[in-house]
């Protein structure tokens, strides 16, 4: 098999996916993208899904943590803002 990994995109051959499309399909991971080409040219794109969100349901606490860095306190920013502050 000829598989040509890109950031979040795989190519493989129409002949490839026929013969192995269910376990492509589970190798994806959630917005990766499989092209699949014939004659060296893309003819289909797969995407994997994202698991939707329950409704209702809160997201757990921490899932952008260690996402936000902050540099140093500093209210002298707040000064440009005095204005429009109560």
Same mark, same amino acid.
């Given at each position: 098999?000829?598989?040509?990994?890109? @950031?979040?995109?795989?190519? +493989?051959?129409? =002949?490839?996916? =026929?013969? =192995? &499309? *269910?376990? %492509?399909?589970?190798?994806? #991971?959630? /917005?990766?993208? %499989? +092209?699949?080409?014939? #004659? $060296?040219? *893309? +003819?289909?794109? &797969?995407? !994997?899904? !994202? *698991?939707? @969100?329950?409704? /209702? %349901?809160?997201?757990?606490? /921490?899932?952008?943590?260690?996402?936000?860095?902050? +540099?140093?306190? $500093? $209210?002298?920013? %707040?000064? $440009?803002?005095?204005?429009?502050?109560?």
């Amino acid at each position: 098999m000829t598989i040509r990994a890109h @950031p979040i995109m795989t190519t +493989v051959t129409i =002949q490839e996916a =026929q013969a =192995q &499309l *269910p376990d %492509l399909i589970h190798r994806l #991971n959630p /917005g990766e993208e %499989l +092209v699949i080409t014939e #004659n $060296d040219r *893309p +003819v289909a794109k &797969l995407v !994997s899904e !994202s *698991p939707k @969100p329950i409704a /209702g %349901l809160r997201p757990p606490p /921490g899932l952008c943590k260690g996402m936000i860095t902050i +540099v140093a306190d $500093d $209210d002298e920013h %707040l000064k $440009d803002f005095a204005e429009y502050m109560p």
